[in-house]
């Protein structure tokens, strides 16, 4: 991996890995929509909209490897989420196809998989269930990459991650969290393991509370320094009292679970 470009890289895991990756590769090149900081050695910045394949595609040329983090972070309207990450990664795909890229890591997410319980653990191969129509693009992305893994070569990481940032921030959290120096090295397996074809990880840390049988991820490699155990005692008096919504409490994905709930019979 020479030429390395990050997605939406003026996020918080974007601006995470420019600072840990700075060296590691000898060209990082930072795209997003928004202004970023000036580049530095050893960087190169880009401005591109992701529904804009003409903007994409210069965005992709000459480089090895991509850490796709662009698109929408959260819930939203539909037409939000389909310009943003459908239209967006397809046309990352598809750029990266065209221009011989070799390896993807996509950041998917925990909410792919929001609507299992919390009471089951689960591992790489269960079936997506979508927490929100954000979740549905998260395993429409999981589906394409597969595809584009398959038929055209690309070597895909799928990082689905649950909760990044330098601390566990509520009782939910503590299952999902990962810390910035894990996802990197994860990232980095992702972008530099030999094998990858097509894979699924879950990007958290060694959480003792953790809902996902992550053994894929060790099999690669991924040794994890954090647990969000630590922090338990204090997250969790700062909640004591509050009043939890049964559905958000029951399903991994919380809140996203909850929102918009309308199923009289629950599915667990
Ligand atoms: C995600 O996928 C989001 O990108 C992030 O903003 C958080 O909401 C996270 O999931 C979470 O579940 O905490």
Redesign the pocket.
């Known amino acids: 991996m020479k030429r390395v470009l990050i997605t939406g890289a003026g996020g918080g895991i974007g601006c995470s890995l420019r600072e840990t990756l700075r060296g590691v590769y000898p060209l990082l090149r930072l795209s997003d929509r928004i202004t970023l900081a000036p580049a530095r050695e050893g960087e190169e910045i880009d401005r591109a909209e992701l529904s804009d394949m003409v903007a994409v595609e210069r965005m992709v040329a000459g480089v090895d490897g991509i850490i796709h983090l662009g698109g929408i972070?959260?819930e939203n309207e539909w037409p939000v989420i389909l310009e943003g990450n459908i239209i967006g990664l397809y046309n990352v795909f598809e750029a990266g196809r065209r221009a011989g890229v070799k390896r993807i890591v996509v950041a998917t997410?925990?909410?792919a998989v929001g609507f299992y319980p919390r009471a089951e653990k689960i591992d790489h191969r269960v079936v997506p269930r979508p927490d929100s129509r954000y979740g549905v693009s998260k395993a429409f992305g999981e589906a394409l990459a597969s595809l584009y893994s398959d038929k055209h070569g690309i070597g895909v990481l799928c990082t689905r991650?649950?909760?990044f940032g330098t601390k566990p921030i509520d009782k939910r959290?503590l299952s999902?969290w990962i810390s910035p120096r894990d996802y990197a090295q994860l990232v980095r397996i992702g972008l530099e393991h030999p094998d990858i074809r097509y894979e699924i990880v879950y990007g958290v840390s060694k959480n003792r509370r953790s809902w996902y049988d992550n053994s894929n991820a060790e099999r690669l490699g991924y040794r994890p320094q954090d647990d969000s155990e630590p922090y338990a005692e204090a997250v969790l008096a700062a909640e004591a009292g509050q009043p939890a919504d049964p559905i958000a409490e029951h399903y991994q994905g919380?809140t996203?679970c909850a929102a918009e709930y309308a199923a009289e019979m629950r599915r667990d």
Do not use: K
């Open positions: 972070s959260g997410s925990n909410h991650i649950g909760n959290r999902i919380g996203f």
